[in-house]
């Protein structure tokens, strides 16, 4: 089993920049395939970006979000740039222990959630 505790959130203009982070406690971190969601009022969880467990495999939904991970420091990060009013959503990360080299992109792939972090971004 895998905490995962995210962090980061906060208030931003469009155009500007956010880091979120993910932070895993548990078992070995590089066993576990993680993705990123995001979901507003109203609407299904969607997906924003995934990577292998190494690492060495990364998808987004678009060129603006940038997904990266420390396992030594047992940690995912997503990188957004120029972003929009329209990504305002309460961002979740989540994993599932896989082997290296999948990448999981719906909600029913992943076991494990962290309890999601708050991203405004103003027009």
């Known amino acids: 089993q895998v905490h995962l505790v995210e962090s980061g959130r906060g208030l931003v203009q469009a155009g500007g920049s956010l880091r979120l982070s993910c932070a895993a406690s548990?078992?070995?971190?590089?066993?576990?395939?993680v993705g990123w969601f995001r979901q507003t009022p109203g609407k299904e969880r969607e997906f924003v970006a995934a990577?292998?467990?190494?690492?060495g495999g990364t998808g987004s939904v678009n060129g603006r979000f940038t997904i990266s991970r420390d396992n030594a420091k047992s940690t995912v990060y997503l990188q957004m740039s120029s972003l929009k009013a329209e990504d305002t959503a309460v961002y979740y990360c989540?994993?599932?222990?896989?082997?290296?080299?999948?990448?999981?992109?719906?909600?029913?792939?992943?076991?494990?959630w962290g309890q999601g972090t708050q991203v405004t971004v103003s027009s």
């Open positions: 989540a994993g599932e222990t896989a082997a290296d080299g999948a990448l999981f992109t719906t909600t029913r792939q992943y076991t494990y």
């Open positions: 548990g078992r070995t971190f590089s066993n576990y395939a």
């Open positions: 990577i292998t467990g190494s690492g």
